[in-house]
């Protein structure tokens, strides 16, 4: 079947625009998450949905940053404001239930803010 | 909180040839698990090997197998019979099984298998 789906695949911004990377999880998952992949610093964890539960949002780094889900599927981060430091390639995953706890990426989103 | 070290930034093998990358944690949690994955050149993350920390016995995928040491915290990948195809970075992620699910990561062994 279909894997997890991102777009854009690129995105150049300018500084203190807003942006919207968008999500497609692996249909029947119900667990989505957003990472980020910045050069030189890892992979960091940024925002959590599970189901109908309330988000775990607690790597967002600024309260520029949100993320909604709707309908329990498609999902959008977005950044507002943006700054150069928020350049960075995002990432979504998303996993099933029954306790295999594997998450599945998509390709990404790469971000340049100029 | 968790976290994950991978002491090896860069490493390389020849074709056909095995290699070991190492990952240790620090956790104090008793029910959770360990992962490894590669990212290619194309950017896409790429499932390898799942360990459950319940389970002694050390996870296999073909040519990808784990040595994983729960007292020493210590979650190695060998790549048997390496092919250029496994050039990729590998990332090492911590995942507790409990209500936060979210993935911690190594920041990641770039692996070159020369012909």
């Known amino acids: 079947g279909a894997g997890v789906s991102q777009s854009p695949s690129n995105k150049v911004t300018e500084k203190g625009k807003d942006v919207e990377l968008r999500c497609d999880p692996i249909?029947?998952?119900?667990?989505l998450y957003w990472y980020r992949q910045s050069l030189g610093q890892g992979l960091e964890f940024l925002i959590y949905f599970q189901g109908n539960s309330a988000p775990d949002k607690s790597g967002l780094p600024s309260d520029r940053f949100s993320a909604e889900r709707t309908g329990g599927s498609v999902s959008t981060l977005t950044i507002q404001r943006t700054q150069q430091e928020d350049s960075a390639v995002y990432l979504c995953a998303s996993s099933g239930q029954g306790g295999l706890f594997e998450q599945y990426f998509g390709p990404g989103t790469r971000l340049t803010v100029t | 909180a968790q976290t994950v070290t991978q002491s090896q930034p860069e490493m390389s093998v020849q074709e056909a040839e095995t290699v070991t990358l190492s990952c240790t944690y620090d956790?104090?949690?008793?029910?959770?698990?360990l992962f490894w994955y590669k990212q290619p050149p194309s950017r896409q993350m790429i499932l390898v090997i799942r360990?459950?920390?319940?389970k002694q016995q050390n996870a296999t995928e073909n040519r990808f197998s784990v040595n994983f040491q729960k007292a020493a915290k210590s979650f190695s990948l060998k790549i048997s019979d390496s092919q250029l195809g496994d050039t990729a970075m590998y990332f090492c992620?911590?995942?507790?099984?409990?209500?936060?699910?979210?993935?911690?990561w190594g920041l990641g062994t770039s692996l070159a298998v020369n012909p």
């Open positions: 360990q459950e920390a319940y």
């Open positions: 956790t104090s949690e008793n029910n959770y698990y």
């Open positions: 992620a911590f995942l507790n099984a409990g209500n936060n699910r979210k993935l911690i």
């Open positions: 249909s029947g998952h119900t667990a």
